[in-house]
């Protein structure tokens, strides 16, 4: 699953962010701030009519990101 489809609200854990490219500075960016694997995150709310930006929680840090960018986070389900 992509952070981009994630039910608001839904817990989940990253498993790793997809290059575009090699070099890809968006990519690399999102891994900066955190998106790395075995951090959990959630949607937390979507902007209007389901659309962008979408913000989302990881760890005590919330960021607004693009579908876009958010479909490149993929995603392994929460452990219980």
Same mark, same amino acid.
Request: hydrophobic share 45%; net charge neutral; aromatic share 2%.
């Given at each position: 699953?992509r $952070?981009s *489809?994630l ?6 854990? !990253?498993?790793? /962010?997809d290059?575009?490219h090699? #070099?890809?500075p968006?990519a690399q960016? $999102?891994? *900066?701030?955190?998106f790395?694997?075995g951090e959990? !995150?959630?949607? /937390?709310?979507?902007?209007?009519l #389901? ?7 990881i760890?005590?840090t919330?960021?607004?990101l693009?579908?876009?960018e ?11």
């Amino acid at each position: 699953m992509r $952070l981009s *489809d994630l039910p608001k609200g839904s817990p989940a854990v !990253v498993d790793r /962010v997809d290059d575009a490219h090699a #070099g890809d500075p968006i990519a690399q960016r $999102l891994r *900066d701030l955190g998106f790395v694997d075995g951090e959990p !995150v959630r949607v /937390v709310a979507c902007g209007p009519l #389901g659309a962008d930006p979408l913000l989302i929680q990881i760890g005590s840090t919330r960021f607004a990101l693009r579908r876009g960018e958010a479909a490149r986070v993929h995603l392994k389900a929460e452990a219980a």
